[in-house]
């Protein structure tokens, strides 16, 4: 049985998308219901022909010109309907698009990175796409489906009620058939799922890593380790097609022998002159079309059960869960202060103080928790032992923290999007022309810019490949320090600058009275340390 939980939610999120296009909607449900009156009307008319024409009345030929007319407007209201629910599942794809980036925007650090990134981008690249084949595209044939039912099922009433009788209990057959399957191709849908973005997170890594590969004659790896990621998903996906055969021989089995039951069933009765002789033209296919259209809402249930997981989790949005980081005014401070990764103790009863206008460096070799006291600091990470304070007040946050009010962090890990100069720079914020030559000047960019064709407006590439990585450090730089942030956590942020450039932009930084630095770095340059208020050796 279905989960009654599940079920609610899933017709939420269903109400919820209908309400996005009701007007759309509700024509298309009563265009449909037109059509289908219209479609049916045409097939019972043939036997009100054949019976006339047995009986030799006169208007055959003005009946069969109105059936025509009928069944050719009919054909063009289903071809406006095609149309339209085009247009709505299209507006359903992008707004289930934008829950989806929603969803992310909303996430904490952690829960963003709890998942792998090939996991982030199967809800785009293949959810999406499974539940417009599935579940959107189906949903909007459901009303279709639903007055053909009955409406046909009338008809057969219309003509005898033991015809209706066996088509109802057809149908009940059909369903149970249809339903079995729903749970396990669900499953198998959810399991595809998380394959998909597994593999696109390994096939994402080794491409990335060919040059690593390559220069090492190690290229083998990257055929081996993407085939065996491959193989998983393509199982997955061959399983899901062998449970919807199955489902499907299961039904049309059942359906073609209820058809060719219902074409004897209807001789018994004309031979008995229980109905007339023209049913012979109309009863079975009225039959078939209802077992066609219940058969869809059989399919449509079988496929609910099926994408529940993925409409689910395309509708889901994370709650904006965060908390700002407080404004120092005099000093942040570690006291005592202990974290480890696993079983690895990096620091432990740490002790330091950061004055507001200090300029601050961390030095020691790698492993030694310089990144971790920057993190710690951000919020990123939960000291196990001892305590951050801010001012006189405990900092010990419990939420997600916003610090891009006060705090600018870079890491050598520079990441540029395939878009504009002025873009990676600005992020969507509103800087002038000025304040931007301004920041390019302070980290020696500006001749550099001047000299593109587009200047500001040039585009860095493909992430960003058309600069070195120095000058990919200093774009990343400048959208720090356009910003002016009272504090700047910089992790080997100029490591790949050359040295003179590094030189001026650090000078730079260490001589701003209104700045607070702590700088990470593996190679300290000497004339540089008389500016530093404290250097701090991590062991």
Known sequence: MFNKNKASDKMKDIMVLCKKERGKTSLSVLLTLVTAIGSLYTIYGRMTVLDAILERRSGVWYQIGLLILLLILVECLNSYIRILNAQIVKSWKLYLGKRISKNIENMSYQQFHALEEGEHLTNYTYNLEVVATYLLNPLLSFSHSLVLTLISFSFLTLISAWLALFALFSTLILFFVGGRFGKKISSGYANLSLLNGQFTSRLREYIAGYDVLKNLKQLYLLPQKIAERQLQKEEQEYEIVRLMSFALLSYQSVQRLFEMLIFAFTIILISRGMISLG??????????????????????????????????????????????????????????????????????????????????????????????????????????????????????????????????????EVFLFTDSVRFNICLGDLFTDEEVWSVLGQVGLADLIKELSNQLEESVGELGDRFSCGEKQRIALARILIRRLSIVLLDEATSAVDAPTARMIEENLLTDPAMTVVMISHHLQEDLKPYFTDIITLS
């Open 279 to 412: 049913a012979i033209v109309s009863a079975p296919t009225i039959l078939t079309v209802f077992l066609e259209s219940s058969g869809n809402l059989t399919e449509l249930y079988a496929k609910l059960r099926g994408t529940d997981e993925q409409l689910h989790r395309l509708m889901t949005v994370a709650d904006l869960d965060e908390e700002e980081f407080p404004q120092p005014i005099n000093r942040i401070s570690l006291s005592e202060v202990g974290c480890s990764y696993g079983d690895k103790q990096v620091f432990k009863q740490f002790t330091i103080q950061f004055n507001l206008g200090g300029k601050y460096a961390l030095v020691g070799k790698s492993g030694s928790g310089k990144s971790t006291i920057l993190k710690l600091l951000l919020g990123r990470l939960r000291c196990e032992e001892g305590e951050i304070w801010i001012d006189s007040h405990p900092y010990a946050p419990r939420k997600d923290v916003n610090f891009s009010r006060q705090i600018g962090y870079m890491t050598q």
